[in-house]
């Protein structure tokens, strides 16, 4: 309907100047009438040229004082000819009729204060502001002065009034054909073909974009790693419990009782349940012997070690609570099979949150099981996994752990940084906590272990952990992250 006014009304006339008033006087809204003008006007069978006016209105406030008055005018309308106190005119008129009214009555000099007694300085008065407010209404022009002091009390704002004006265009018709958009068998076998009007392609249109998933910058990194642990031969452990007990995060591993570590400023313990009852007897009475007097050539810690610290659940603190678990399990064995195992996956401690630590983290973890190894061992393997990340560049340094020994830290040399940076920790785990377990007196265990997060933020030139892992992570830069290459 809309389209054959506009195109039937253009056939005889020269223009439509104001498309508002052309909608009303085919009644439809402008908003459908501004559809078909977009419409006409991309197939140029009309010009259409915006015209913009500024025009001011009323507000809800504005449309009250027009109908009901101003409240100066009420404001005066109210008093009596004798007068009348403040109380019983606030009472008559409201609290905001009396506010408003009296400050502007006053300015007008239209009332007198005389105590608490209001009255008349006037006979009579003029609402200028409801009249002026009429005549805004209606379209009639005003004073710049009065459209300031309306402004000013918000009586009035201005509003963007925006149409268009229509012409023919270069390919105007009176009925447009709707174009096809395909040409089908039927229109070449009936020969319809030859009197329609096709769309015509836009070749230069873009596809639209394909919506994908990608992969987060740590599982990226995750995904390299995991790859060079089974280059060179290691199965991951399950490491699917991230509730432990404190015997094989801590006791287990040699670790005592009143080591810091320990302590609920470093550790996060849980509420419920908070202790297990599923412990190994036999194994869990070897381990307290060893910390109470030692054995397998240790003197031990020489304490009173207790069961109920020991059945303290906790999350666990480092993934080597699960390398204990599978190195008992190893010993358990009828016949010792070397084994080399791995893991990487989330651990958790009661941290201070900044740029460079989070209360949860992923940790690295490697191991080698096997007869006769040694410290040179352990130094040719680091050798081995550290040049498959890139980092050919290796140093170590003597440390202390509680469940290795010898241990080292390994320091890598970064480039970018030009300084020597560390990377990870490593030892050989103790006999006090290997021969407990019932593994062979020959079989030594190799291992090391780093964060994910660190070699990921530089590799990514992320600064701020928390940007990498968390609430505030921007999902932009996961989008356009490179593909992750290690080792090149």
């Given at each position: ?296 050539g240790s003197k031990g810690y020489g304490y009173d070690w207790k069961r109920e610290e020991a059945e303290k659940n906790l999350l666990r603190t480092h993934t080597t609570a699960v390398s204990t678990r599978m190195l008992y399990a190893l ?21 201070a949150v900044d740029r460079t630590h989070l209360a949860e983290f992923h940790q690295i973890e490697g191991l080698i099981c096997d007869r006769g190894l040694t410290l040179g061992d352990l130094i040719g393997v680091l050798e081995d996994f550290f040049s498959r990340l890139g980092m050919s560049k290796l140093r170590f340094k003597p440390a202390y752990n509680p469940y290795t020994e010898p241990s080292m830290e390994i320091f890598s040399y970064h ?74």
């Open positions: 309907m809309a389209e054959e006014a506009v195109l039937g009304f253009l056939q005889t006339k020269e223009h439509i100047s104001d498309s508002h008033e052309f909608a009303a006087s085919i009644g439809v809204s402008h908003t459908e009438l501004e559809n078909l003008i977009k419409s006409l006007k991309g197939f140029q069978i009309v010009d259409a040229q915006e015209i913009t006016r500024e025009s001011w209105v009323l507000t809800e406030e504005g449309k009250t004082y027009m109908v009901n008055g101003s409240p100066e005018a009420l404001f005066f309308s109210a008093i009596p000819p004798e007068g009348i106190s403040r109380s019983n005119l606030k009472e008559k008129l409201g609290a905001e009729i009396f506010d408003l009214g009296s400050k502007a009555a006053a300015k007008n000099k239209w009332i007198t204060f005389e105590k608490d007694l209001v009255k008349r300085k006037v006979e009579s008065v003029q609402d200028e502001v409801k009249n002026v407010l009429a005549r805004i209404n209606s379209g009639e022009a005003v004073g710049d002065q009065v459209i300031n002091d309306l402004k000013r009390r918000k009586l009035i704002i201005k509003q963007t009034w925006k149409g268009y004006s229509l012409k023919k265009g270069p390919k105007y018709v009176s009925k447009r054909k709707k174009p096809e958009t395909d040409l089908t068998r039927e229109h070449i076998v009936s020969g319809d073909w030859k009197n329609l009007e096709f769309k015509e392609y836009n070749l230069n249109a873009e596809a639209p974009q394909i919506q994908a998933g990608y992969l987060h910058s740590l599982l990226e990194v995750r995904e390299q790693i995991q790859n060079i642990f089974l280059e060179m031969g290691f199965e991951e452990m399950p490491t699917n419990n991230f509730v432990e007990s404190s015997f094989w995060n801590f006791d287990a591993l040699f670790q005592p009782q009143q080591h810091p570590a320990r302590d609920s400023h470093d550790t996060f313990f849980l509420e419920t349940p908070a202790s297990t009852q599923n412990l190994p007897e036999d194994y869990l009475g070897r381990v307290k012997l060893v910390h109470e007097s030692g054995g397998y010993a358990q064995q009828d016949t010792f099979t070397p084994k080399r195992y791995y893991s990487i996956d989330r651990v958790f401690r009661n941290e480039d970018g940084l030009q300084k020597w940076v560390e990377v990870g920790n490593s030892g050989m785990f103790r006999p006090e906590m290997l021969l407990p377990m019932g593994l062979p007196e020959d079989v030594n265990v190799i291992a090391w272990g780093l964060s994910l997060e660190r070699p990921t933020m530089i590799l990514y030139g992320i600064s701020n952990i928390r940007d990498l892992f968390g609430p505030k992570v921007d999902f932009n830069l996961i989008k356009s992250n490179p593909i992750c290459r290690l080792g090149l």
